[in-house]
């Protein structure tokens, strides 16, 4: 699996929900992911435009499979963050940078994932999904009518190109976006996509069309679902390999996002922070280390990670919850088995505080996490269990500290935390093609220095 970096891919669709202004007044301009532009457009010290979700994706296999196994359908787990900056934008599983924006139109830099829908017991021998990385122009004719035209390579160069026309439509509790596109590929990528490099396959161009939407359920709360079908173009229906003219796909999950009957908070109480740690490995599971039976790593493998959190809101669901975008960048030393690499890391995480008898708190982040060259610890375990390691995993954290201003009554030390996080990559018990359907991952027991700014 061939991926780039710490950004987020996407799947093909974007949820919406109606957003309503400070003053009352719902302002529908330009829509980007849940939010509109403009009413991102707070005090940057306010509550963000952000989500966190996960669904499940089912597409039809469009290859003649049937002498090898009886599969139609393939079926993934996708987990998802969203958040609109100024500039720097998650979509689901898709990542962006706004290069130019001006008036109706802006260029952004995007990278997107691409699902390669393949019987589920051949992903992680064969590799299956990847990733398309390009610029996509895109126009706002009115409130809710845009286009977008996208060109983009996979990491072999093969290109293709997207032309879109879509809408925006609100009303109460739903949020429904239809849209029409057209998809020309040039003859390399039809002939490894869908010739599976055993035919040539010429250019050409799908249609492609369906419909996503929303539901605010209450709160923070809403279900995300969504439908898409594809004619593929001439050249794939007479392929050999190829035995659908069509192919449909669906999305059904669930998300936490803004409130939409609420106004964005233009403060927030908590605030950014570094955190600077480092840690040890072990081949112990995330539940022999929270039971205290962790086995120390024999070639005792360390790392050394720095995240970044940025503050989203201050409440989920009425609750005081400090919520943070978490980028991350993480140093695996060198040893006796493993030369040093580099992780990166996106995450969306959650601290609850607790001020008895000093301030506390338990954290957990869901995430990504990529990195250039498997680790040992790592390798180790799937070599154990049979599997082709993915650079690509999910990440969780799971942390405790402790306000160390607060522990020795020291004013000058207040927002400076100590503590104690796992550091966890793993791939959901082989439910998600993204993450090349392993079970497994690695852990590493790590302490750090959190200091609020």
């Known amino acids: 699996m061939k991926l780039w970096g710490c950004l987020v891919f996407c799947l093909p669709f974007v949820a919406y929900a109606d ?39 089912n597409a039809t296999i469009p290859y003649a499979t049937s002498d090898v196994v009886e ?8 987990p998802m963050m969203f958040y609109q900056g100024d500039r720097f934008f998650l979509n689901g599983t898709e990542g962006g940078l706004n290069i130019y924006r001006q008036d109706d139109w802006e260029v952004n830099a995007l990278l997107r994932m691409h699902f390669i829908d393949i019987p589920s017991s051949f992903q992680n021998q064969i590799g299956g999904d990847t990733g398309d990385l390009g610029f996509q122009f895109k126009y706002q004719f009115d409130d809710g009518l845009y286009s977008t035209l996208e060109l983009l390579s996979d990491p072999d160069g093969r290109i293709s190109s997207l032309a879109s026309l879509g809408g925006v439509y609100l009303h109460g509790n739903w949020g429904i976006r239809p849209e029409a ?27 492609k069309f369906g419909a996503s939407a929303s539901y605010h359920v209450t709160s923070n709360l809403y279900l995300l679902g969504g439908a898409h079908v594809t004619r593929f173009d001439s050249n794939i229906r007479d392929a050999k390999i190829v035995d659908e003219d069509w192919q449909g796909e669906a999305y059904l999950g669930f998300g936490f996002f803004n409130d939409a009957k609420k ?30 039976n962790t086995v120390k790593d024999e070639f005792n493998n360390q ?11 201050d409440e989920l669901f009425g609750l005081p919850l400090d919520i943070y975008l978490t980028p991350g960048f993480v140093w695996h030393w060198s040893s006796d088995v493993q030369s040093s690499t580099q992780e990166y890391v996106v995450a969306i ?33 799937m070599d154990r269990k049979g599997y082709e390691p993915s650079n690509l995993l999910n990440y969780l954290d799971f942390s405790f500290d402790v306000n160390l201003g607060d522990l020795f009554n020291q004013k000058s030390m207040d927002g400076v935390w100590l503590g104690y996080s ?9 439910n998600a093609s993204q993450f090349g359907r392993i079970k497994g991952g690695s852990n590493y027991n790590t302490v750090y220095l959190q200091f609020d700014f």
Not at 71 to 78: G, M, Y
Not at 303 to 313: D, E, I, V
Not at 422 to 430: K, M, P, Q, T, Y
Request: hydrophobic content about 35%.
């Open 19 to 57: 957003v309503t202004e400070p003053d009352g007044q719902t302002d529908k301009s330009r829509d980007e992911g849940f939010i509109s532009v403009d009413d991102l457009r707070v005090k940057r010290d306010g509550e963000q435009a952000w989500g966190i979700a996960a669904v499940v994706r």
């Open 71 to 78: 599969d139609s359908n393939v079926s993934t787990f996708v």
């Open 181 to 207: 596109s057209l998809l020309w590929k040039e003859s390399a990528y039809n002939s490894y996509y869908y010739g599976l490099t055993f035919e040539s396959i010429n250019a050409g161009v799908d249609l």
């Open 263 to 292: 106004p964005r908070k233009s403060s927030l109480k908590n605030q950014p922070y570094w955190r600077i740690a480092h840690g040890w490995a072990t081949p112990s599971n995330i539940g022999e280390i929270f039971s205290g």
């Open 422 to 430: 796992l550091h966890h990559r793993s791939a959901i018990f082989e």
């Open 303 to 313: 790392l050394t990670s720095l995240f970044y959190g940025h503050p989203l809101t």
């Open 349 to 381: 995480k959650a601290y609850y505080t607790v001020n008895w008898p000093v301030e506390w708190r338990f954290g957990v982040a869901e995430g990504l996490s990529y990195i250039n060259h498997i680790s040992y610890i790592e390798q180790t375990e």
